[in-house]
C-alpha cells in the first residue's frame, strides 16, 4: 500500500478517495473465502487498494494473491461500489470514501496461505453461515452478491 501510505504522511487521516478492488473467491463447493482482518478484528474479503499505475484487475489479481495465496485464473466483474455507504474509517483514524471494483473467482491455484501481517485466519464459509462481524465495507458487497444469488 505504498501510494496510499505515502499520502497519509502528508494529510495525516483527512478523508481521501480510495479506489480498489476486491475479490469474492468460491470453492467448488460454492462457499466464500473470507479472512479475519488484524486491523479492525472482523472477517473480509481479499482485496485492496491501487497503486499507481495499476489497472483494477491487476489491484484484484495482486490482492488476491498477496492475502491469499491464491493465482485467479480467471475473474469475472461483479459491481463497482462507492458512495457515503462506502465512508470507513479504520480503527487507527484514517478515514477513506472507497471507491471499490468487486470481482468473482471459481478458478484459481495455490496454496491457501494467511498474510499474517494483514489477516490472523482464512476460511471457507457457507453463504448462509458467514460469520457476524463482517467488515462494514465488504458487508454491504457481500449483500448485494446474496441479494443477487436468491433471485
Avoid at 491487476?58 to 461500489?81: K, P, S
Avoid at 460469520?131 to 458487508?139: L, Q, R, V
Wanted: proline letters at 3%; aromatic letters at 10%.
Amino acid at each position: 500500500m505504498g501510494y496510499i501510505m505515502n499520502l497519509r504522511k502528508k494529510i495525516g487521516t483527512d478523508p481521501i478517495l480510495m479506489v480498489g478492488a476486491c475479490v469474492l473467491i468460491f470453492n467448488e463447493r460454492d462457499e466464500l473465502l473470507m479472512q479475519h482482518r488484524i486491523d479492525n478484528d472482523c472477517w473480509g474479503l481479499a482485496g485492496g487498494s491501487m497503486e499507481l499505475g495499476e489497472t483494477l484487475e491487476e489491484v484484484a489479481l495482486r490482492e488476491m494473491y498477496e492475502e491469499t495465496g491464491l493465482t485467479a485464473h480467471d475473474l469475472a466483474l461483479f459491481d463497482i461500489f462507492s458512495g457515503k455507504d462506502f465512508y470507513y474509517q479504520y480503527p487507527h483514524g484514517d478515514v477513506v470514501y472507497n471507491v471499490t471494483t468487486a470481482y468473482i473467482c471459481t478458478d484459481y491455484s495455490g496454496d491457501l496461505r494467511c498474510d499474517l501481517e494483514e489477516a490472523k485466519d482464512l476460511q471457507f464459509f457457507r453463504l448462509d453461515a458467514l460469520p457476524e462481524n463482517i467488515s462494514p465495507p465488504d458487508k454491504i458487497v457481500i449483500r448485494k452478491y446474496l441479494e443477487r444469488a436468491t433471485k
